[in-house]
């Protein structure tokens, strides 16, 4: 530590008010920027786990694999985690669908689709099946939790060639049944996503337990999750797969291919920071510069025995090292600490924000939120402090000393109005007198109230913008019934 440094501290010691102002300026500074990253990350997370909880947490889909494929896409270096659905077949049931399409699945599988329980509870053997809700909504002899069917399994064909659930339903079309057997209905589920089973789908989705009697001719739907979520465009590729993507989940995990949300997101967090920025240089400026003019005279001693310009502004701005030292931490945990207490009132009204999945809102805290809050608020205060830091290095010494600038009597007799004094009295008349005289003085006090009403407007602005976002996302259709007829 050099000389500078040490009078820095000094000086910082002796002016313990001054010094503890701008520490607090630092602190709501650096409390609003992470403020503001922290509930960014936390939206982008909730906007995450909300469609992680509608359609799955699957990147990939590989609907109708053989054995090979299914093998090569598990074995996969860049696949984090897969699972396969075996085909157990069609068996005809009384519905709005002509069928119901029977997967053998395990436990991870259900995991990663996000199956959804409305009751009873997930299968653990061949021989319990899980139903989807709007099967038994629609099915005239209802099946309900603990009954036994029995289920002619067999494969679509038509003009000598099989069927997935990617073909709609043909007239023509036949069944050939392969087995028959029987299953404890053991719960009920929530409908897949529709990239899993289409709206057009012939087959109802029902689940299995885990069944080991697959062999060489068996079929998969193969779901898989990828090490990095946007190499799933260029494996799909490399690997010639006829795929589908999750391209919600995607969008939401901030894959490049998949544009919209994060930016819009970014862009917004930005703004705000750049407004919070701005008031804050504003507010840590006056602190730097009220220390400034209050050490003119110690810069002129130092500049008269041999100091440098760029020694002078390097005392400021380790003056602004130091505050930023204790006042950073202190605001980034402090903002944190604020947006975890305002999610955990508010966080469960966004439970019902995403067309109803019930998942709340939670305080998410990123590294890249935290970093970027820090390096912000240590430019923010850096800039506050090289403004007035610049004025350290243009008087010469001899004004430094004299501190003429900051000194300046004046000769002109400047007399109050009668209605100052009336209106406002004795401390009115002498705050005419004290504006009157040096006009700039006030100047920072109109760009604080101006900087006041700019980010109250921008706050209640951007409240606005999403209210309106959320409005438009649960808009509902200005009709009743919908009815959709095949020809």
Request: proline share 3%; hydrophobic share 45%.
């Amino acid at each position: 530590m050099n000389i500078f440094q040490k009078v820095t501290l000094q000086s910082l010691k002796k002016n313990k008010v001054r010094t503890i102002v701008t520490i607090v300026g630092v602190i709501l500074s650096a409390a609003m920027i992470s403020a503001v990253t922290t509930f960014t990350a936390s939206m982008s997370n909730y906007m995450l786990q909300a469609a992680i909880a509608s359609e799955g947490a699957w990147h990939g889909y590989v609907p109708d694999a053989d054995i090979a494929t299914t093998q090569e896409i598990v074995a996969a270096p860049e696949v984090a985690e897969a699972s396969a659905m075996r085909h157990l077949g069609y068996a005809l049931v009384d519905g709005n669908s002509p069928y119901v399409y029977v997967l053998s699945s395990d436990e991870e599988t259900t995991e990663m689709l996000s199956v959804r329980l409305v009751g009873g509870h997930y299968p653990t053997s061949g021989n319990e099946i899980l139903l989807p809700e709007h099967l038994l909504n629609s099915n005239k002899n209802t099946f309900k939790i603990g009954d036994t069917i029995t289920l002619a399994l067999g494969q679509r064909m038509v003009d000598g060639y099989y069927l997935t659930q990617g073909n709609p339903y043909q007239e023509e079309e036949t069944l050939e049944v392969r087995e028959t057997r029987t299953f404890t209905v053991a719960g009920v589920y929530r409908r897949l996503s529709d990239r899993v089973e289409p709206y057009e789908a012939p087959g109802y989705v029902a689940i299995t337990g885990p069944d080991g009697n697959g062999n060489a001719d068996s079929r998969y739907d193969v779901f898989f999750a990828m090490n990095r979520p946007g190499d799933i465009y260029s494996f799909l590729e490399d690997h010639t797969l006829n795929g589908k993507t999750n391209d919600r989940v995607l969008l939401y995990s901030g894959t490049t291919d998949v544009s919209g949300f994060e930016n819009a997101l970014r862009g917004l967090s930005a703004i705000v920071i750049g407004l919070i920025m701005f008031g804050s240089i504003s507010l840590i400026y006056n602190a730097f510069s009220i220390s400034v003019s209050e050490r003119t005279k110690q810069f002129g001693l130092l500049s008269s025995i041999g100091a440098t310009r760029k020694q002078l502004r390097g005392m400021v701005l380790f003056e602004a090292l130091v505050v930023s030292v204790i006042g950073i931490p202190i605001g980034i945990l402090s903002g944190i600490l604020g947006i975890g207490v305002t999610l955990l009132f508010v966080g469960d009204l966004f439970a019902t924000l995403l067309a109803g999945e019930g998942v709340p809102m939670t305080l998410c805290i990123s590294a890249p939120s935290i970093l970027v809050a820090i390096v912000v608020a240590l430019v923010t205060v850096l800039i506050s402090a090289w403004i007035p830091s610049g004025r350290a290095t243009k008087i010469t010494a001899i004004e430094a000393i004299r501190q003429s600038r900051d000194i300046r009597p004046d000769k002109k007799v400047r007399r109050s109005s009668g209605l100052t004094y009336r209106l406002f009295g004795l401390p009115g008349v002498l705050a005419s007198q004290h504006y009157r005289r040096s006009r700039k003085k006030y100047r920072a006090t109109i760009f604080s109230l101006f900087m006041s009403i700019v980010l109250f407007v921008s706050a209640s602005a951007f409240t606005d913008y999403m209210v309106t976002m959320a409005g438009q996302g649960l808009d509902v259709a200005g009709y009743d019934v919908s009815m959709s007829l095949r020809q």
